[in-house]
């Protein structure tokens, strides 16, 4: 008998050792990262989506993620999907965090002080190495304005502050820096799927370099996405015309910008009356 207790006991503990361990509160979270000197971790998710399901699993299964989060950070999970409590309401509205798509893994020191925010791929690898880059002042997001201001023009660092800049909803800096990550990008390398991901993911301006491009390569704008999305590469390009022509001054922009953006909405196929934007 002693021995089945001993075999359960030891079950029991590679099971929740295998857990990331989530506090109940994000203020008993900071608590414990001051007290503990960690950094706080946060899985920003919606429990909906299915992505974050997967993530969900991980974060509760895979025993590598959790003894690394376990040891390094003190962890909080944080579920989109439901109304947020006022105190995680009020935290990532001070953090001036945006997203428009989840799940997010976050990264605060134990002073709330915003450290790294990432996109998941959904393998421990990746979860784990979003955490180191959280540890290390070279590698997390909070050191790429200062990146920036030094001179670095580096494509990984100009994605990477554009990423930021996104999610700070920073309009204007986020076309000025988008625009230096085109100028930047090796040219040879613009049909790729890099340049269409870049594309996507941080242009926002048709005045932008990769905008350009892909407006005048439509042809060449494919098979970039697979499975339910594929053959949607032409809505990155069709999603910052639209959003210019939001502009509540659209019917006074001068004759050539107003031509100009008659032949996207053609070329994009949007209709085949642009005037209905003008009037």
């Known amino acids: 008998m002693k021995k089945v207790y001993f075999s ?3 079950l029991m503990s590679v099971i929740l050792n295998a857990q990331v361990v989530f506090e109940s509160s994000l203020s008993e979270a900071f608590k414990k990262a001051k007290e503990q000197n960690k950094q706080v971790f946060i899985e920003y998710y919606n429990s909906d989506c299915s992505v974050c399901k997967r993530l969900g699993d991980l974060l509760r299964t895979d025993q590598e993620v959790s003894t690394f989060y376990n040891k390094r950070f003190i962890n909080y999970a944080m579920n989109s999907n439901e109304s947020l409590s006022e105190e995680d309401n009020n935290f990532i509205t001070k953090a001036n965090l945006h997203f428009e ?13 915003f ?4 996109g998941v791929t959904v393998t421990s690898e990746h979860v784990i190495n979003e955490a ?3 540890i290390l002042p070279d590698y997390n997001t909070s050191g790429l304005k200062a990146k920036y201001d030094a001179g670095d023009r580096s494509v990984r660092t100009l994605y990477a502050y554009c990423d ?9 800096m986020l076309t000025k820096v988008a ?6 990008f090796k040219k040879e390398e613009l049909p790729t799927n890099k340049s ?11 005045d932008n370099g990769f905008f350009q491009y892909w407006i005048n390569n439509v042809d060449k704008l494919k098979d970039f996405e697979t499975g339910q999305k594929a053959g949607t590469e032409i809505l990155s390009l069709e999603k910052i015309v639209l959003k210019e022509l939001s502009d509540p001054n659209v019917k006074k922009w001068d004759l050539t910008k107003k031509n100009k953006f008659k032949q996207y909405i053609l070329k994009l196929k949007i209709t085949d009356n642009p005037e209905v934007f003008f009037e």
């Not at 798509?101 to 002080?113: A, G, H, R, T």
């Not at 450290?115 to 990432?118: E, G, K, P, V, Y």
């Not at 996507?200 to 048709?206: A, D, L």
């Open 164 to 172: 930021m800049l996104k999610v700070n909803k920073n309009d204007i």
């Open 8 to 10: 359960f006991l030891v």
């Open 196 to 206: 269409y991901v870049i594309l996507k993911q941080v242009v926002n301006s048709s």
């Open 115 to 118: 450290l790294h925010h990432s």
């Open 132 to 134: 180191k880059k959280a």
């Open 179 to 184: 625009q230096d990550l085109f100028e930047s």
């Open 101 to 113: 798509s989840v799940p997010i893994l976050l990264y605060f020191d134990k002073n709330q002080n």
